[in-house]
């Protein structure tokens, strides 16, 4: 299992400190192969002033660091949260929907005609 980037010495948190974790998402999130659109998911990511996920992003749950992506997503929440509270971070109050995901040539993606 990966290690979870740890920013407990930290007084404040950065914006530095989300970006990284954000970056390990990235990093270990490359395999994205899937059969079925149910291997697909979106996973939500980071939190806005008001409330809710700032982002999210595309997994396939066949990925064998499935788990650890949702951790590191976790993780840019409680980051973000912390963030918001020390910066008193305001934001608009739109909840962001999760994009519809589907296996297209076996690789999970959000869906062309996403309107959300």
């Known amino acids: 299992m990966q290690e979870i980037i ?19 998402i ?21 939190a806005r002033g008001c409330g809710g996920p700032s982002g999210y ?3 396939s749950k ?16 409680e980051l973000e949260q ?4 020390e910066n008193n971070v305001i934001s608009t109050c739109i909840f962001i929907m999760p994009p519809q995901v589907a296996c297209i040539s076996n690789e999970c993606a959000t ?3 996403n309107l959300r």
């Not at 407990?8 to 390990?24: M, P």
């Not at 912390?82 to 509270?85: A, D, E, G, L």
Request: glycine residues 2%.
């Open 57 to 59: 992003v595309v997994v």
């Open 111 to 113: 869906e062309p005609n």
């Open 82 to 85: 912390q963030y918001n509270r």
């Open 26 to 46: 990235k990093i270990i999130n490359k395999d994205l192969t899937c059969q079925l659109t149910t291997d697909c998911t979106a996973i939500p990511t980071g």
């Open 62 to 77: 066949l990925n064998h660091l499935y788990s650890t992506v949702e951790e590191y997503a976790k993780k840019t929440e």
């Open 6 to 24: 740890s920013f407990a010495d930290c007084n404040k948190v950065t914006q530095e400190q989300i970006q990284a974790v954000h970056n390990k």
